[in-house]
């Protein structure tokens, strides 16, 4: 019997080869499974996290499964099969690390994508995380990469790491605005869905103290749809939870794919793209302050240097606390709801050393984090505020100066 497994791999491969429809032919004449095609060809219709086979675990194994959902995001059908919540999946993985019988998976949006690359008359823009240094091999270099964007049909590579620049300066603003005696303390809002998710639904009378702003990945989606309104937005990086990120109700018109770094490594497998033997694109825009984003401490650091430069006579400085994975950034919330924490800028990231963590890195996370800080020590420019590719495009923007990121604004502002 196919497994999931091969038919993703089967559809992926016809689908590069532009040979969809032949072979969904030839696998409805062999039988298929209704389902697992369905959440292949349409993943908008289904969770983060789907179920791919009936449970077969015991009822003790399936009543402990159960409980371990921390946004209470899984239940149990008539059939005692598990069932995924798409208003509540956050798709933070643990449920898939722990299902012993391997009958969830994380969802693959691979399909539409390449849908939208071959058949239609729009530019699709590749939007590439932070997280992305070296990830594919060693050899391949940021500007070797666009190149292989481009080959695959992509209009061109953007890197996210711009648009954390801008909310660094944004969030810097915040702070200078708003913390203004020692107690007073601000949660980022522009890092790791996850972290946001815990604020939002488990600690929500935290949500005062973190300032609208919507994560590097929504603020290009929206900037480039800006610039250009038939565009489409393809976002690549290691994170499932970006998938539900993009399906929320008030950041939906930003991101209309999520690719994981294996989803996309998968397109060059296929496509005969080896994106180390690519020439050269390179177009640097970012500074150091938005590379780092990806690592754990990476927007304390970027947003610490930032407000340094924007107010250096301010007296109370940035005291950054910032923790990494679901059980510390609970501590730590727990800790803030108790009066133990006497940071005023808090950070917190779903994954054990940032994003180069996530769960769909190529690469392992201490490596990928050195990689990371390799490329913010590379940049032209240390901080947002220095860097005339960010002040050229918020003029682009709309935005007559940097203190109107202040005001509410459709492309960075969103309401918590």
């Known amino acids: 019997m196919t497994t999931f497994e091969d038919l993703y791999n089967r559809l992926v491969k016809a689908s590069v080869q532009n040979q969809l429809p032949k072979e969904l032919e030839h696998i ?41 959902c921390l ?61 992305f240094i070296n990830q594919f091999s060693q050899e391949i270099t940021p500007g070797k990469l666009r190149a292989a964007f481009k080959r695959i049909g992509f209009a061109g590579m953007v890197e996210v790491a711009l648009f954390a620049d801008i909310l660094t300066l944004k969030e810097a603003l915040e702070f200078d605005r708003n913390i203004l005696k020692e107690k007073d303390y601000q949660l980022t809002s522009c890092c790791c869905p996850m972290w946001i998710a815990m604020i939002r639904q488990i600690y929500h009378e935290l949500i005062p103290h973190v300032p609208g702003s919507v994560s590097p990945m929504v603020a290009c989606g929206r900037s480039i749809k800006t610039l250009y309104p038939k ?10 939870a970006k998938k539900a990120e993009a399906r ?6 930003s991101t209309d794919h999520v690719l994981t770094f294996q989803e996309m490594q998968n397109i060059f497998s296929f496509a005969g793209i080896d994106p180390a033997k690519m020439p050269e694109d390179e177009r640097d825009h970012s500074s150091r302050a938005g590379r780092i984003y990806a690592s754990t401490g990476g927007v304390s650091e970027a947003v610490q240097k930032t407000v340094e430069r924007l107010n250096p006579n301010r007296e109370i400085t940035v005291k950054a606390a910032h923790a ?15 009066g133990k924490i006497t940071a005023n800028f808090i950070e917190g990231m779903g994954c ?24 913010g020590e590379e940049a032209p420019y240390p901080t947002p505020i220095d860097n005339p590719f960010v002040i050229e495009l918020l003029h682009r923007l709309g935005f007559d100066t940097v203190e109107s990121l202040l005001e509410h604004s459709d492309i960075f502002t969103r309401n918590f």
């Open 28 to 68: 409805k004449r062999e039988g298929y499974d209704s389902h697992q095609l369905d959440c292949l060809l349409n993943p908008e219709k289904h969770p983060p996290v789907i179920r791919i086979g009936d449970c077969v675990c015991s009822e003790d194994e399936r009543a402990a499964c159960a409980g371990k």
């Open 71 to 131: 946004f209470d995001a899984l239940y149990r059908d008539k059939k005692g099969n598990l069932v995924v919540n798409p208003e509540l999946c956050v798709g933070c993985e643990n449920c898939i690390e722990n299902c012993k019988a391997h009958k969830l998976t994380e969802s693959r949006d691979i399909l539409p994508a390449l849908e939208a690359l071959h058949h239609t008359d729009t530019p699709v823009y590749a939007m590439i995380a932070p997280a």
């Open 231 to 240: 565009a489409v937005t393809v976002f690549v990086g290691p994170c499932l």
């Open 248 to 253: 929320e109700k008030d950041v939906v018109d």
């Open 324 to 338: 990494d994975g679901v059980r510390d950034c609970k501590a730590m919330l727990n800790d803030i709801l108790e």
């Open 352 to 375: 054990a050393c940032g994003c180069v963590g996530g769960p769909k890195a190529l690469i392992p996370a201490e490596e990928g984090r050195k990689n990371v800080f390799r490329y």
